[in-house]
């Protein structure tokens, strides 16, 4: 992969939205595992908040490197 697409191809407000996802996703994961029991959808929703939270503090987006348009 070219050094390109690990440029910072987001802005604060991107980052912030990211964040804030990231850390809502991580939480809905804690609590459907801790009232449902539920390990499918929380491990998948614990691996979307993850990887939101990484796009915002990197300041990257895995759509945005593959040239699609975010509103963020």
Do not use: H, Q
């Amino acid at each position: 992969m070219s050094d390109e697409f690990w440029t910072c191809n987001i802005d604060r407000k991107g980052r912030a939205a990211r964040i804030l996802a990231g850390l809502a996703c991580l939480g809905a994961a804690a609590w459907l595992y801790a009232a449902k029991g539920d390990v499918f959808w929380s491990s998948g929703l614990g691996a979307l908040g993850l990887v939101a939270l990484y796009e915002g503090l990197r300041g990257w987006c895995v759509l945005r490197a593959f040239g699609m348009r975010t509103p963020f």
